[in-house]
């Protein structure tokens, strides 16, 4: 029944910025959590960044200072800005969804279609 949409992914210089936005069909705040993982070829997919229902960030180390996770309540859209980007955040970017507010792997209740990601140098 949920969706969750993703789109601005694209091809950028290292240095350069992206917007990534992920609209839901329904109202955010049927979630604890919403986030953004990443996946590179032959890795894991890893948590990028989540934010919380009652507005609570976090950010991976790897990302932490140049990533800006950000909600529109009214167009039910979860935003992540990337900025100086570099070539190993290179990936399949995936919104997701957590009833919980966990958003760990395992406790995701919805994925996005994932969006690609490409920085080079």
């Known amino acids: 029944q949920v969706q969750l949409v993703e789109s601005g992914g694209g091809l950028v210089q290292a240095g350069g910025s992206l917007r990534l936005s992920c609209a839901t069909s329904g109202s955010i705040f049927s979630f604890n959590a919403m986030g953004w993982y990443r996946q590179a070829p032959g890795k894991q997919r890893e948590l990028v960044a989540r934010?919380?229902?009652?507005?609570?960030?976090y950010y991976a180390d790897s990302v932490n200072g140049r990533f800006t996770i950000s909600r529109d309540n009214a167009k039910n859209t979860v935003y992540l800005q990337m900025n100086s980007l570099k070539p190993e955040d290179t990936a399949v970017y995936y919104c997701?969804?957590?009833?919980?507010?966990?958003?760990?792997?395992?406790?995701?209740?919805?994925w996005g279609q994932g969006t690609q990601v490409t920085v080079s140098s």
């Open positions: 997701a969804a957590d009833r919980l507010g966990i958003l760990g792997r395992l406790s995701v209740d919805y």
């Open positions: 934010l919380t229902k009652s507005g609570s960030s």
